[in-house]
């Protein structure tokens, strides 16, 4: 399915619309999980606070590159999974944004500025065809698996509810990783893994103070 002038006009102004939600952490939020908060000493809190940033910001990329392929899709069924798939990235957001305002700490200020990039870079990946778009969420979402799993063994083992959030995280992030690749997707070699690691290396570098 082409995608005419009228057609792209209305899916920017829908990526405007979820970016403005997106860098404002607007929306409704279901508790992400049921477990109650523990007594943190000062240095766990401000740990957890750095590690939920980090995520929260991650999550806004998520986002932002799933808004940025379904814009340029011209397969109406992709296009659906990719916002599906986005909707449930703002959910995690959410999470991650109300987890960090009970931490007492709050997202980074350059979330703007990643979701502006991650939407770029979602629409320079969706213009080079299906598989390679649904190889890059594959991508993407193992190296997310990946950097989750680092922060859980960073956190305090005290901080039960941010780590329950992170798990319920980490398994939709490998069901997305998984439906992308059973739609078809490439797997993308070591070498752009290797690249792609060390640019969230750079995210979380400068997330976890700004």
Known sequence: MNVGNEGLLDRLIG???TGLRTVTSRGEVSNATKISDEELSIQEQAKS??????????????QGLY??????????????ELLVAAEEERNHLLWCNQRLQELQSGPSMLVPVFYGMSVCVGALVGLAGDRVSQGFVEATEDQVCRHLDRHLDEMSSND???RDIL??????EKRHGQNALDRGGVQFPHA????????SKIMTATTRRI
Do not use: F, Y
């Open 192 to 199: 752009v893994k290797s690249g792609m690691t060390l640019l």
């Open 160 to 162: 039960r509810r941010s």
């Open 15 to 17: 990526v405007l619309d």
């Open 49 to 62: 606070a750095s590690l939920m940033r980090v995520n929260h910001t991650g999550e806004v990329c998520a």
């Open 167 to 172: 798990e319920k995280i980490r398994d939709d």
């Open 67 to 80: 808004e940025g392929q379904a814009l340029v899709s011209r397969s109406a069924p992709l296009r659906s």
